[in-house]
């Protein structure tokens, strides 16, 4: 490939919107270009990153057994109104509508055209088990696109979708998909880590996420770096205080704290640690009644160490929150707790509140909480003494660093991580739904077992780019590179010798399958070395008159610190050495 026959585009400078590394280089290098919030054309240098990712994917899924299809991007809404979920999906579903007035969705996602072909395709035990795979473009309406293609609305996934005659099958098959992930990581040459991800809703179940390691990751994983434990943050469990509770020593005293109602601050003021305070959080469920009027409303406090926070997936599990909660309306925590939010407490409430104290806060004695007064705090507060003891006592927090590993095996680190792949196994959530059936041995029905098994394909090329790039751009691991080698000329245009060089280079790597591009744009050296180590091929050659003057050329890796010189009689070895060609 010659540059003029390609397209080539950089930027000295990222756009202003462009916060990370990876969304500012992928900007510049010419990679993507915006075209609404969330929204990109994938260039041509972009591209041929993305076709080396699903390529790489391609080839493991079918290793593994998984077999290609393609499902439409417009889907009619009926089969989502099967499963409920276009009328439970959030916004984020993007619905539209014909020229009839009739509904669709652009795919978020595909459970459901999957489960409608399986019904009707895998009618016998002999045609299980299944794996569907394809590679497609999503759309969801997220709340907060950024990054570039890392959260993105439209983007591309691979997404995969098995079916077994029973779970013990199904948990094969999930098996094979994580060892399958874990090799398509390696061979793109990621830092990753798979952690156990919480199931939501449908509970009980396996999941697993595949993070890519980077501080600019935004969730937050968690492992034990003495075991193999490791968990996204919503699910990796706190365990309660080895060490029992203290007998209370201090009185409780009513305590001035005006204009004090972060925990931060009532114990910067008070001199003492932020351990020693209590978080309140207010939270109420109704009950409805058979014409779905609110029959009963709860009111909820939760209470978490002060500097401590809470984990909204785990309350989310407890009886009674399980079926869905809301924020306390300000008239609700003036009714029950005789104060306005910022000095609430577990002690002196005005209506009962049933209270769920973290299981540190369960171990606290003489703690700090709010008085259920403006400006006022209680300190020395103690359960037994000057409370009930808690209704509930359960994990609601997020563990944080040096916290016990759940497996016994040391204590907890933290890394924040980006996904780029999740495993799911799904059971018969939508089999039920959907009546996906089978029929077995002995011909009677029976309700197939479901997992699914996502990759994010955009996104791994942002994932890639902040595990991999320095000042001067980005460094492509070799498996997903635009081009592995690009081959400079010096004066391409003036002299036939280097001509000629630069040429028989590219047609030798050609022959032997080499991605070469040779740039025959006529830039400056300083230009056209600026622009390929920003674009991050891994081998650069540089042909010159002055080199080839004494048969030599110029090879420079993308991560070396200097260029050396190799012989004509060199070169090509050497590539396909380090090429593995
Ligand atoms: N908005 C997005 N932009 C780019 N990639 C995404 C986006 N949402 C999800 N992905 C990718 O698709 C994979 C499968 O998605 P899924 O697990 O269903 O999404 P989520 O974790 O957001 O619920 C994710 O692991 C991630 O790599
Ligand atoms: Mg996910």
Redesign the pocket.
Known sequence: MKATQFFVSTLKEAPADAEVVSHKLMMRAGFIKRLGAGIYSYMPMGLRVIRKVENIIREEMNRAGAVELLMPIVQPAELWQETGRFETMGPELMRVKDRHERDFVIQP?SEEVITDIARQELRSYRALPKNFYHIQTKF?D?RRPRFG????RE?T?KDAYSFDRDLESARKSYQGMYDAYVRIFERMGLTFRAVAADTGAIGGDISHEFQVIADTGEDAIVYCPGSDYAANIELAEALAPAAPRAAGAKPLTKTPTPGKSTCEDVAALLGVPLETTVKSLVLATDEKNAAGDVAKTTVWLLLVRGDHALNEVKASKLPGLKEGFRFATVGEIESHFGCKPGYLGPIGLKQPVKIVADRTVAAMSDFICGANESDFHFTGANWGRDLPEPDVVADIRNVVEGDPSPDGRGVLAIQRGI????VFLLGTKYSVAMKATYLDEGGKPQLMQMGCF???V??ILGAAIEQNNDERGIIWPASIAPFSVVICPIGYDRSDDVRVAADKLHADLQAIGVDVLLDDRGERPGAMFADWELIGVPHRVVISDRGLKDGKVEYQGRRDAQASTLTLAELLPTLKTKLGA
Do not use: N, S
């Not at 293609?149 to 993105?152: D, I, K, L, T």
């Open positions: 996602t969801r997220e293609v890392m959260r993105g983007f996934m996904e780029v792949g999740h996502g990759i994010g955009t996104r």
